[in-house]
């Protein structure tokens, strides 16, 4: 069963697990960062989401998991130093600020990424460290992609790419990543729409494999948005969450969260779709 959504600026339902995918996206923020606004020109915010998302935390008795700012500079460049030097100053400014609330619950390491990247492991264990130093209770998280066939880019016209990662690449690249954050993520859960659904339960056991190997938890990002479909992106198919929950199941996972219930799942949604989508989900786990 889903228990956890990301917020995409947002959501509730039936949920324990609130993750902001990202503290800001280039000039655009989430809370009235000084530091941000003065190094980075960032827009300063009319409301201070960050706030928020925590006050209603609180009264519901949600974990909330804050996601770091992604300056942009690695998309332009493929160089996570500035990811790295930013988060240092956002981590400090924001547990000052946040700390207190009881529903702060960890930190999202936003930056994404599917395989062995240039700064990644530095990336990911330096500010999981940096986090951790503020309360070593904190837990922190990381959504990674699987780079197979339908891991294109949604501003690309085509569905699929003819050359996507084995089960053995991935193995032997996310391996070495685990071994490079280990004491640093606690957390990974991989996003499960990028490879075909007979696929998935063998990269889903991979996945379990080596989280358990060095000490991690090992979740699911049960995508509730269609890769398949020409228009990007819209709710999916419910026998395909289905499919992709129940293949979890079987390889062990007992956590799965989604990206993401507000715009794809929620009875609140623009797509109507979404709304048919909810319903349906109801009804399964009502059956369980």
């Known amino acids: 069963m889903i228990k956890g959504t990301f917020l995409d600026e947002i959501s509730h339902a039936g949920i324990d697990t609130v993750i902001m995918i990202r503290s800001g996206y280039r000039k655009f923020i989430t809370y009235p960062s000084d530091y941000l606004v003065q190094k980075y020109n960032c827009h300063a915010p009319s409301e201070d989401l960050v706030q928020l998302f925590l006050d209603l935390s609180d009264k519901h008795g949600m974990n909330f998991y804050f996601g770091l700012y992604d300056s942009g500079i690695y998309w332009d460049t493929h160089d996570m130093q500035h990811e790295i030097e930013a988060n240092r100053f956002v981590i400090d400014e924001v547990w000052s600020r946040y700390g207190h609330h009881p529903s702060f619950k960890g930190w999202y390491l936003s930056m994404e990424i599917s395989r062995k990247t240039k700064g990644a492991i530095e990336a990911f264990r330096t500010l999981g460290l940096a986090g951790k130093e503020k309360n070593s209770q904190l837990k922190t998280l990381i959504s990674p992609w699987i780079d197979g066939p339908k891991a294109v880019m949604a501003s690309e016209a085509s569905l699929r790419k003819k050359n996507s990662v084995t089960l053995s690449e991935h193995e032997k690249e996310w ?19 990028h490879v075909d659904i007979p696929d998935l339960e063998d990269y889903l056991v991979v996945n379990k494999k080596m989280a358990d190997a060095q000490g991690m938890q090992a979740w699911t990002n049960t995508e509730s948005f269609d890769r398949d479909m020409p228009i990007k992106f819209l709710p999916i198919k419910f026998e395909k969450l289905r499919l992709k929950m129940e293949a979890a199941k079987r390889a ?20 109507i779709q979404a709304h048919h989508l909810f319903n349906r989900y109801l009804e399964y786990v009502g059956k369980k």
């Not at 070495?176 to 729409?193: K, L, S």
């Open 252 to 271: 062990g996972y007992t956590d799965a969260i989604t990206f993401e219930f507000s715009h794809f799942m929620s009875p609140q949604s623009a797509y």
């Open 175 to 193: 391996t070495e990543i685990f071994e490079g954050i280990r004491g640093a993520v606690d957390i990974v859960a991989f996003q499960d729409g």
